[in-house]
């Protein structure tokens, strides 16, 4: 059975009830999955998850510093996330505030650690964004996107 985990940075609580509604679809579709904060993951906890979902607030249009610092700390660890699935999440206080550039530096990274992205040609393509708080809306695509990395991985780890 695959496994999950939905790792989030959040000061507001906007990006951690991103990360529990994410976390809840992917366990009603069945694959284990945990959400955890970023201060209390390490690098080396994502090698036990076949799906791993990052989320962070849009700071300056980059990631969040704890985010970047497991990132920055798989460095050493190059290849253990091969072939695992992957996705991205983030939100901001402004339209136009830099959530996209924020997911797609996540999804750059996770393609370079061999992971498999799966984009979505409804709604949130790159991944769930919310501006300030997540509406119904923004909820129902960060369902969506759990659905959706939840189906892959079961594909890929039966």
């Known amino acids: 059975m695959a496994k999950g ?3 989030y940075y959040s000061r507001s609580g906007n990006t951690k009830e991103m990360a529990e509604t994410i976390t809840e679809a992917m366990n009603k579709a069945d694959v284990k999955t945990v959400c955890m904060s970023a201060e209390n993951v390490s690098p080396d906890d994502l090698a036990g998850y076949e799906a791993v979902v ?3 607030p849009c700071y300056y ?3 969040a510093g704890p985010i970047k610092q497991i990132i920055d700390d798989l460095v050493g660890r190059h290849g253990q996330l091969e072939g695992r699935v992957g996705a991205a999440f983030a939100s901001s206080a402004n339209i136009g505030g830099g959530s996209e550039t924020t997911i797609v530096g996540i999804l750059e990274a996770m393609l ?3 992971m498999i992205v799966q984009g979505d040609p409804q709604g949130a ?3 769930p964004v919310s501006i300030g708080r997540p509406d119904a809306r923004v909820k129902q695509q960060c369902q969506r996107r759990g659905q959706r990395v939840a ?4 594909q890929l780890f039966p």
Do not use: D, R
Request: net charge positive; glycine share 22%; charged share 5%.
């Open 125 to 127: 393509h790159y991944g």
């Open 61 to 63: 249009g980059q990631m």
């Open 112 to 114: 370079i650690a061999g």
């Open 151 to 154: 189906q892959l991985a079961k």
């Open 5 to 7: 985990i939905v790792v």
């Open 54 to 56: 990052i989320g962070s």
